[in-house]
């Protein structure tokens, strides 16, 4: 990949992520403070500027992990966090504010992404569980429902989601790690969930077996992009039941998913993105680029998805939602080497596990921490 080959920005960057920048990722992640300063304006530069995230390429997981400390809070963090620390700081209360730093952002739960771990705060494992309940709510799934999971336990987002989703909107919900017709069909699940083969192969094994599970109304499919024969063919195999998609590039912090209404069109009307998603269309490929602002833990600004994709924005023609949708269009070859091969020259080799997080109630012996600092 050479510079020439990345993609540029289409226009000016979001306010948003202008100041999510600024105010959290410049002063807290060292793999993007860098990328910042080489280009030669620090947390102020245009935004434009700045490269996309390839995840393969960024060695070391621990850059992108936030770390705040007293002194940098103070000089260049958000307004409000500042106070804080210097409110704690004059009334002897550091303890407290340390822990409420903790919880917004050690990451204490990893998933991986194109191989590399991405942490999680407690603050986003709620958020998690909030975008969860809403991929459920989109896709017509609430408490009257029994959730059987069959997407595979382990560190994707898709999994935790889901389970943090279904708790939060209280849905019943059990996961499996066996398939098995027999027992599917004894939980009498209205709504099934797992990868598109797995579904196909599981509700064909039980067609096959003389297993009806005849209360099943929904199929929340969860991976890449659904196909439409693949759609078909799982309407086919499970009698008519919805077939509802949710689907994130890898390094998305939480997945983007159909509305009920908009599966079940002709032309289904696009994924839903959340709130706090920001997407972009950049190159002469129109790569989609995502960044998502307000995530601790770690982060992830601009980052490649490998995948061109038509943006609709306004109202969404089959739920009436407001916001942004996105259908992907053309996968784009990896023209750099994967997460698991070994690192280019010059890239430090990824760790399987960040290191913990480095959030002090100490500050560094930095001469300008004082208040009359505070940008
Ligand atoms: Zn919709």
């Known amino acids: 990949m050479t510079a020439a080959a990345l993609p540029t920005a289409s226009g000016p960057a979001d306010r948003r992520l202008v100041r999510y920048v600024r105010r959290t990722v410049y002063p807290y992640s060292a793999y993007y403070r860098a990328l910042l300063d080489g280009l030669g304006g620090g947390p102020r530069v245009d935004l434009a500027l ?11 997981p621990g850059r992108l992990v936030l770390r705040p400390d007293f002194g ?7 307004r409000p966090l500042a106070a804080q620390a210097l409110g704690s700081k004059a009334t002897g209360s550091m303890r407290s504010f340390n822990r409420r730093l903790e919880h917004e952002f050690k990451p204490v739960h990893w998933v991986l992404a194109d191989g590399l771990p991405l942490g999680y705060s407690i603050a986003d494992l709620h958020r998690l569980a909030g975008f969860g309940a809403e991929w459920l709510t989109r896709a017509g799934v609430g408490p009257r429902d029994v959730l059987v999971n069959l997407v595979q336990a382990g560190p994707s987002v898709g999994y935790w989601e889901l389970v943090l989703g279904a708790r939060r909107a209280g849905v019943s919900a059990i996961g499996l790690t066996d398939a098995e017709p027999g027992l599917v069909e004894r939980l009498v699940p209205s709504v099934i969930a797992g990868e598109a083969a797995q579904l196909v192969a599981t509700l064909t094994a ?7 599970l005849a209360g099943l109304q929904t199929l929340l499919v969860v991976g890449d992009p659904l196909a439409t024969s ?3 063919q799982l309407q086919s195999v499970s009698n008519g039941a919805a077939v509802v998609a949710a689907w994130g590039p890898a390094g998305t912090r939480a997945v983007w998913s159909e509305c009920r209404a908009g599966s079940e069109q002709f032309e289904p009307s696009g994924y839903h993105v959340g709130d706090a998603d920001i997407v972009e269309a950049a190159g002469d ?4 680029l995502w960044s998502g602002v307000g995530w601790r833990g770690s982060v992830v600004v601009r980052l490649r998805t490998f995948t061109t994709a038509s943006l609709q924005r306004g109202t969404c023609p089959a739920c009436g939602q407001p916001g942004l949708r996105v259908l992907p269009l053309t996968p784009l ?3 750099t080497p994967s997460a698991v091969a070994p690192p280019a020259a010059g890239v430090d080799p990824p760790r399987v596990f960040a290191p913990p997080p480095a959030v002090s109630d100490r500050p560094k012996p930095e001469p300008d921490a004082a208040p009359s600092s505070i940008d």
């Open 333 to 335: 070859p990896r023209t």
């Open 50 to 60: 700045l490269p996309p995230t390839d995840l393969s390429l960024v060695g070391d």
């Open 230 to 232: 693949v759609r078909r």
């Open 72 to 78: 940098t809070i103070v000089r260049r963090g958000r």
């Open 285 to 288: 490929g129109a790569e989609l």
């Open 206 to 212: 039980a067609r096959g077996e003389g297993h009806r």
